[in-house]
């Protein structure tokens, strides 16, 4: 009966709620929706309908019923069907509301309301029930209406729905939003504060650190605003000096300098001369404002009052202002040497003075907060001005190198133009010149659509449509209203699409923001063709009206030349290599292992058998395809630095992992650009050119490397990488040192090019080399060595090294004769570098040991001899086996020694060696960062030191001491998770190095000593967690609250006490009660301690109880749910403090 889903007990129609509630009301019903049904959800459940439309404690069969009655399904209710439901609810008629009641008890046909069925589900009394179904067991409609009229009372949902004062759809008595409290404490709208929030994180998510502080917003306002006057500037914003402007102080700082009275206005700028905020300008501080002033007047005001004006001129001016100011004709105190000015005086000098100095200033900072705090302006006139006067002062700028200015369609300049101009219908706002105009005139706009600034109206001068702001002709009620309709119209969003080029590539993403080609068939002309503006104010014009196609351009510096604006910059095509599977190579060779058959992604490589490792030209791969992956535009000066940095940037890239080519056009080939310093009008790159990104693989090697190595190799192709590099003037003209030529990685082959270039520069044995001598010795017959093979290979790769002009070559032959000799280290793994090197020595030992038979030796033993004669003996043994340049370089003997325990005869051998190894030592420290938190509520501090990992918190907290003069016991180490203390780390753990950069550090209060009886929770915790509260009255309260604690449990017998006093445990025996109290103060006096104190009884019962530190247990926390950043100082809400006592 009424609960099921087809059954819709709604009479009131979606069209009729609508007209039923404001707009204020359907805005926030939707937005309660969204929130309550979740994102992307267009239907609310059953159990959010139960919690957030009812309450937990209606009875489950009441909200079935109304849920189904208000249209809920097993899908949900839709907003429309919520909607008429809550409208017939709180604003519907008698007839409505007695319609609802009758379906939801009615049959399923609608048709009677059968007595059995109503009784069980209302719970219906006797007598009612008697008088309802009287005559039969069975009413209609007719009879169910006039009975519940009379007996309104008769059932919970008739008492409550048909009563006079049934629930509201809005409570009058709701607790203000944040945007109503904001708006009510300052000069500003609702919807000024939404806009001047979505600036705000906007610049708070671009700023670095987060925080909106001097450092980021300096580059923002200066200039125009004199770099003398920036901090004071940012001073004025930030109220309370913690370096940083919050959301709450932007609010209030724009309201004071752009919307409030003039008296306000001027006390504004006052406070951005007032820097130690005493109330009074010193002497140097006028003088500072004086030259702020002139600075300000002088750039930014097109009159010619004040070109002649100078300090002197307005220091006399101010000794006038004294002089009339001094009663009764007395001296006035001011001299030249001496100018102060309290904030009245500072107010009445602005309003006197025919100099008209400060309203510049105004008029500056009034732009300021609408170009970049993001401010509406209040009407389009204003919004003329505000544009016009910011673009004049940066056109009289000089250009800027690395300044960024937009350009505009001229078209669109114009309708702005017209819109936009004071027309005959002038406002009280346009009457007034800009010279003439007050501080409290700027505030008043044209008419009442820009000044009650509503919701709507607001959107459609956001929207950007010609129409919206000729909506509502209804409601005009003066002439200005009405000749909108037949003026000009609200130009739509900046269409840039007539001064670029059709782009061919527009399906290839780009990673730089020029917007596209801007046309070379037809030269582009300013103020004819298109108009300059300044990032800032683009920024500002974008918020307000939108656009589809920014044209951002560069001011750049030629060499020997002026600034000049590069309109067009290099448009080039970024390349990168497709991915290739592996592959493997057929042929007659060998193949070389798991390294030969996919290095660098499939890169065949085969051994042949003639006599060395080779690559067989039938299974050699083609480099890798390259592939149009990127469009970026760049400026003709930037450094192939500049380039690789931003790419690596964009893509998410490591510097050292990239290497960039440039690829001609009319050219398959690629030329390396090594010299990271010259520009790319140096490299002769030119529009539309391209480059090829080239991208290491993970195993280290380069595509284009080992591609290029395998064709050259092959046959199929000339010359090698190196020849293929681009041979500047700085690469021709500077000294290549011998030997100082890199070796290419082959994929980790690092280990085999650190053991390599160690003996490339080893100069005796290079010199061997070089001189071709080992040609005279190289030992082909040898069966330990690789018959020679092996030396020949590293020669030749010495004399590259030794000779080249480049700076790297690839060991690729050498690299094929080690796999084939030493398999070990093939694979394409990571190895040791010593090993390698001391398989290279003993390989080249073996390849150029000039003994060809190795005689029988039988060491003889010591017996006692002289260890140089058994030195000497062993040497010349070893030295008839083994002949050659590696035994004379890079052997040596090393002595050792066999003593018997029982003869105590010894035994020495002098053996030979190549490589030592030489153990270095390991730090093993950690480094932490703590952040620590005083209760004075100043500004936290974030500390950093090292500490070995071995020590404890307790050597972290007294090593934090020395550096914020803390005692170690008045600290409370913590771990933070969302907000939240995780942990309280004890003075005995050990440090954790996982959360070394995430510790926090309370300062506790010096509290009485505290106790707590059959308690297991932490009173560490309580002491930090409690009393962590910034406000006094609260720790004030916590500490009267446990003042009480401090009475100790006292029997005639004799007690003891036991002191926990930082982990130390002392006991004290006294006699009586008075000797207990006595002891504990004497502890508690003592501030390097904060003890807790429990009794125990000595009846010998062995039942003693000692009420210790807990770590695991938790105290209650008290928790501040206001932000002081965003909220008012009048909005501040905590929970309940309750202090629990044992």
């Known amino acids: 009966m009424g609960t099921k889903e087809s059954k819709h007990s709604n009479s009131v129609s979606y069209e009729d709620s609508v007209k039923r509630v404001s707009d204020v009301e359907l805005r926030r019903l939707r937005d309660a929706f969204k929130k309550s049904a979740g994102?992307?959800?267009?239907?609310?459940?059953?159990?959010?309908?139960?919690?957030?439309?009812?309450?937990?404690?209606?009875?489950?069969?009441?909200?079935?019923m109304l849920y189904a009655a208000c249209g809920g399904t097993q899908r949900g209710i839709s907003f429309n069907d919520l909607l008429c439901g809550l409208v017939l609810i709180t604003r519907g008629t008698q007839a409505e509301k007695t319609k609802f009641l009758w379906n939801l008890y009615c049959n399923d046909a609608g048709t009677f309301i059968i007595k059995s069925d109503y009784v069980r589900n209302v719970n219906l009394a006797p007598f009612e029930s008697v008088s309802l179904f009287a005559q039969s067991e069975r009413v209609n409609f007719e009879q169910f209406q006039d009975w519940i009229i009379k007996h309104r009372n008769a059932t919970v949902l008739s008492k409550w729905l048909l009563s006079d004062n049934c629930v509201s759809l809005t409570s009058e008595l709701e607790t203000p939003t944040f945007y109503q409290s904001l708006a009510g404490v300052t000069h500003l709208e609702e919807k000024d504060i939404g806009d001047l929030e979505k600036e705000f994180w906007r610049l708070k998510n671009t700023s670095?650190?987060?925080?909106?502080?001097?450092?980021?917003?300096?580059?923002?306002?200066?200039?125009?605003?004199?770099?003398?006057?920036?901090?004071?500037?940012?001073?004025?914003?930030?109220?309370?000096?913690?370096?940083?402007?919050?959301?709450?102080?932007?609010?209030?700082?724009?309201?004071?300098?752009?919307?409030?009275?003039?008296v306000e206005r001027t006390r504004f700028c006052f406070k951005i001369f007032d820097v130690d905020r005493d109330g009074v300008l010193s002497h140097e501080e006028t003088l500072q404002m004086i030259n702020v002033l002139l600075l300000v007047a002088k750039e930014n005001r097109e009159s010619q009052q004040y070109k002649d004006l100078t300090k002197q001129l307005v220091i006399s001016d101010l000794l006038e202002f004294g002089q009339r100011r001094s009663p009764d004709g007395t001296p006035s105190k001011l001299t030249r040497d001496n100018v102060s000015l309290t904030a009245e005086d500072f107010m009445l000098w602005t309003v006197q003075c025919d100099l008209r100095l400060m309203q510049p200033l105004l008029d500056l900072i009034f732009e300021l907060c609408h170009i970049v705090f993001g401010l509406w302006p209040q009407c389009k006139h204003m919004e003329n001005d505000i544009v016009r006067g910011w673009l004049r002062r940066e056109e009289r700028r000089p250009y800027r190198v690395g300044q960024f200015w937009y350009l505009i369609t001229h078209d669109w300049w114009l309708s702005w133009m017209q819109y936009t101009q004071h027309t005959a219908h002038t406002c009280d706002y346009c009457k007034r010149t800009a010279s003439q105009r007050t501080a409290v005139d700027e505030a008043l706009v044209c008419d009442e659509s820009f000044n009650t600034h509503s919701l709507e109206q607001h959107d459609s001068y956001s929207l950007g449509s010609g129409t919206g702001s000729a909506s509502g002709s209804g409601s005009a009620s003066s002439g200005i209203s009405a000749g909108r309709h037949c003026g000009p119209v609200r130009p739509g969003p900046i269409d840039n699409s007539n001064l670029i080029t059709a782009n061919p590539f527009r399906n290839v993403r780009t990673l730089t923001g020029e917007g596209g080609h801007l046309k070379r068939d037809t030269p582009l002309v300013q103020n004819h063709d298109f108009e300059l503006v300044p990032k800032s104010l683009w920024k500002a014009l974008n918020r307000w009206y939108g656009d589809n196609l920014p044209l951002p351009r560069q001011v750049i510096q030629p060499p020997n030349s002026d600034v000049e604006l590069e309109l067009y910059p290099l448009n080039l095509r970024i390349l990168l290599h497709q991915a290739q599977p592996s592959q493997t190579g057929v042929g007659g060779g060998t193949q070389l292992g798991s390294w030969g058959s996919t290095v660098s992604g499939g890169y065949g490589v085969l051994a042949s058998g003639g006599g060395y490792a080779a690559i067989a030209a039938s299974s050699v791969l083609q480099p890798p395809k390259r592939y149009l992956a990127y469009t970026a535009a760049f400026s003709r000066l930037a450094t192939v630095r500049q380039v690789g940095e931003f790419l690596c940037e964009q893509l998410r890239?490591?510097?050292?992992?990239?290497?960039l080519w440039h690829v001609p056009q009319l050219d398959n080939g690629a030329i390396l650009l090594e010299e990271d310093a010259m520009c790319l009008k140096e490299l002769l790159i030119r529009d539309n050119d391209q480059l090829l990104l080239e991208i290491r693989n993970k195993d280290l090697t380069w595509p284009e490397e080992l591609g290029s190595l395998a064709t050259a190799q092959s046959g199929q192709g000339s010359g090698t990488p190196g020849d293929r590099r681009r041979l500047t003037r700085s690469s021709i003209m500077s000294v290549h040192a011998p030997g100082a030529t890199g070796l290419h990685n082959l994929g980790n082959t690092c280990f085999m090019n650190a053991a390599l270039q160690v003996l490339f520069?080893?100069?005796?044995?290079?010199?061997?080399?070089?001189?071709?001598?080992?040609?005279?010795?190289?030992?082909?017959?040898?069966?330990?060595?690789?018959?020679?093979?092996?030396?020949?290979?590293?020669?030749?790769?010495?004399?590259?090294?030794?000779?080249a002009t480049t700076r790297s070559v690839a060991p690729l032959k050498l690299r094929f004769c080690v796999n084939k000799y030493a398999p070990q280290f093939a694979g394409g793994g990571q190895h040791d570098s010593q090993e390698l090197l001391e398989w290279l020595l003993d390989a080249l030992h073996e390849d150029l040991n000039r003994v060809m038979e190795k005689p029988y030796s039988e060491l003889k033993d010591s017996n006692g001899r002289p260890d140089k004669i058994v030195a000497a003996e062993a040497w010349s043994q070893h030295h008839a086996r083994n002949q050659s340049i590696i035994i004379d370089l890079f052997y040596g003997q090393l002595k050792s020694k066999v003593s018997c325990l029982g003869c105590e005869h010894e035994s020495v051998r002098f053996d030979p060696f190549s490589l030592l190894s030489l153990p270095l030592p390991v730090e093993n420290y950690v480094y932490f960062e703590v952040l620590v938190i005083l209760l004075d509520g100043s500004v936290p501090i974030k500390y950093g030191f090292r500490l070995n990992s071995d020590c404890k918190y307790s050597h972290l907290k007294h090593k934090l001491s020395t550096m914020c003069s803390l005692p170690p016991n008045l600290m409370l180490v913590c771990e933070l998770w969302n907000s939240q203390i995780r942990q309280v780390l004890n003075d005995d753990e050990k440090l954790r190095t996982q959360s070394a950069k995430e510790l926090y550090v309370y300062q506790l209060p010096e509290q009485s000593v505290r106790t707590r009886s059959n308690s297991g929770l932490?009173?560490?915790?309580?002491?930090?967690?409690?009393?962590?509260?910034?406000?006094?009255?609260?720790?004030?309260?916590a500490q009267d609250s446990l003042s009480s604690l401090s009475t100790l449990q006292t029997s005639s017998n004799r007690a003891s006490s036991r002191v926990l006093c930082n982990g130390h445990v002392s006991s004290l025996e006294v006699e009586g009660e008075a000797e207990v109290g006595t002891d504990v103060s004497q502890c508690n006096s003592n501030s390097n301690y904060n003890p807790i104190v429990s009794t125990y009884s000595g009846n010998g019962s062995g039942d003693n109880q000692v009420h210790e530190l807990l770590p695991d247990e938790a105290g209650k926390v008290s928790r501040c749910f206001g932000k002081r950043e965003c909220m008012p100082h009048s909005l501040f809400c905590f929970k309940s403090f309750r202090t629990f006592l044992a």
């Open 1018 to 1037: 932490s009173m560490h915790i309580e002491q930090g967690l409690k009393d962590i509260q910034r406000s006094s009255a609260l720790i004030t309260s």
């Open 39 to 64: 994102v992307g959800r267009n239907f609310l459940s059953r159990n959010a309908f139960q919690q957030d439309v009812l309450c937990e404690g209606v009875p489950p069969k009441i909200v079935d």
């Open 653 to 659: 890239l490591k510097s050292e992992d990239i290497r």
């Open 761 to 803: 520069n080893t100069q005796p044995l290079a010199q061997y080399f070089q001189r071709e001598m080992h040609r005279f010795e190289v030992n082909a017959a040898n069966k330990l060595g690789t018959k020679g093979q092996l030396a020949m290979r590293y020669a030749e790769l010495l004399k590259e090294v030794w000779t």
């Open 208 to 262: 670095q650190n987060g925080q909106i502080d001097l450092q980021f917003l300096g580059p923002l306002i200066s200039p125009p605003i004199p770099k003398n006057a920036l901090a004071g500037l940012f001073n004025a914003f930030d109220e309370n000096r913690d370096g940083h402007i919050d959301f709450k102080e932007l609010c209030c700082g724009v309201s004071a300098a752009c919307r409030g009275p003039g």
